[in-house]
């Protein structure tokens, strides 16, 4: 077993020209591979039949949401997907070429008999049922997002309850020096948005996307706004709309199953986008930014959280995962942060202000993986075993690509100016961050009386 285990690790190498950063182990076998590494282990033949026909990222994915892939018992998940993600994103690894000359010279044929010593050849396997496999309508078609929207939402409320915890906020945290807990640093996030777009009573916000409604509810609670919340996701909308009736809030707080771009009741005095706009496609985002334009009243502000990716070299082709693209994020894509800005730009918004938050999203979906973990029976049975295993997968990933700046997370504050310029700002970015009484008020904006009202979490 030793010896079949290190045939496969000799023949991959020779395949493409490098080491491998990880040990392979072959169902109970001992490992092999480079010692001290990840160990990863193939529990039966389907593991490798999975890899011998899709040979990558997709076939790893596939392996392990079935079942037929592991992590060995003394390897950590984030330390196994730190040493591929590094691997994977060397430039040398980047720059090797594996074409037909690897594949139908002596590499290529090494790799085919350790395969076939090891029954890896034979059928293609079904994929998981939790892979995206049929899609309909064009792409960002409006019909065609509810469906991925309904894919990566419509997963379970309880579900994310237990991995999300109390807030369930489904974002990036904001991990202040004085945050205990997720729970701290998740309020800490929802009250620096409404902060940063100077909510004050009597103000009218849309959320675009507003999950299970819990900005929609700390503004109307802690700032006294007027709120619309609109989401694709019919669970999280019955939820959401639960929630509000429960805190009292039916008076100030609508939420809507309802595509952003067919709101029809503007203006607005600020809008949120937070963890939308991955969904809205690069080909659609102009049209997103004007549509958002549209929605305020000049002097109001935009403020639009998003993952973004590093640039790509000139020449170079953008691809989706496949992992998230068949898995979580059904045709969502990701942009740099200079483009998100450019296209604001392009829509008539003033950009203002962009915030990195690349740590506190790592440090957060950690927070995540640990409370699935914690739940790991429980969030099986309510989602399914496969649909538990995606998520954690994706979950530990991300936490690794945005400790390794793969990818980040930004906040950027936009305003639509007035006919005249004028953008409502204070002059210095702690004085229109703290606030001020007056500032950005509607004119015959009244208080509210809120009370010592805690915030709804």
């Not at 991995?163 to 020096?177: H, R």
């Not at 802690?222 to 939820?239: C, D, N, T």
Request: glycine fraction near 10%.
């Amino acid at each position: 077993m030793a010896q079949d285990a290190q045939q496969l690790v000799d023949a991959l190498e020779g395949l493409i020209g490098r080491p491998i950063p990880i040990r392979v182990r072959l169902r109970n076998g001992p490992p092999a591979g480079p010692p001290g590494a990840p160990t990863v282990v193939l529990r039966n033949r389907r593991a490798l039949r999975h890899l011998f026909w899709s040979p990558g990222e997709l076939g790893l994915a596939r392996a392990y949401v079935a079942g037929d892939l592991e992590p060995a018992a003394d390897t950590d998940l984030y330390e196994l997907l730190g040493a591929v993600a590094a691997f994977r994103e060397d430039p040398e690894f980047l720059g090797a070429r594996i074409g037909p000359r690897q594949y139908l010279g002596a590499p290529g044929r090494r790799l085919l008999a350790a395969a076939l010593r090891q029954g890896a050849v034979g059928p293609r396997p079904t994929p998981p049922p939790e892979e995206v496999r049929r899609r309909r309508g064009a792409t960002h078609s409006r019909r065609r997002d509810r469906a991925a929207i309904s894919h990566h939402y419509d997963v379970g409320n309880d579900f994310y309850r237990l991995v999300l915890g109390p807030t369930l906020v489904y974002s990036c945290a904001y991990w202040e020096p004085g945050a205990r807990s997720l729970e701290d640093a998740q309020t800490a996030k929802l009250d620096l948005v409404c902060r940063k777009l100077g909510l004050r009573p009597g103000m009218r916000l849309l959320d675009v996307g507003c999950g299970w409604g819990s900005l929609v509810l700390h503004a109307a609670r802690r700032y006294g706004v007027r709120a619309v919340g609109v989401s694709l996701s019919a669970e999280q909308v019955a939820l959401a709309r639960q929630r509000v009736a429960e805190a009292g809030l039916a008076d100030r707080v609508e939420i809507r199953l309802q595509d952003y771009r067919e709101v029809p009741d503007g203006p607005f005095d600020a809008v949120s986008s937070v963890g939308m706009a991955e969904h809205v496609g690069s080909a659609q985002y102009l049209l997103y930014a004007r549509r958002l334009y549209e929605l305020l009243a000049p002097g109001g502000r935009l403020l639009n959280h998003q993952i973004a990716r590093r640039p790509l070299p000139p020449g170079t082709a953008y691809r989706l995962s496949p992992f998230i693209d068949r898995y979580v994020f059904p045709d969502g894509e990701l942009s740099p942060v200079g483009t998100t800005v450019s296209r604001l730009e392009d829509a008539g918004f003033e950009v203002r202000d962009v915030e990195v938050l690349r740590e506190h999203y790592g440090r957060t979906l950690r927070e995540w993986v640990a409370n699935l973990e914690a739940h790991w029976p429980e969030a099986a049975a309510l989602a399914g075993r496969g649909r538990a295993r995606v998520w954690r997968l994706y979950m530990a990933a991300s936490a690794v690509a945005f400790e390794q700046n793969h990818i980040g997370v930004n906040q950027v504050l936009a305003v639509r100016p007035t006919p005249a310029g004028a953008s409502g700002f204070l002059a210095t970015r702690a004085e229109w961050l703290a606030g001020a009484p007056e500032q950005g008020r509607p004119e015959g904006a009244r208080d509210t009386d809120l009370g010592d009202r805690p915030s709804v979490r």
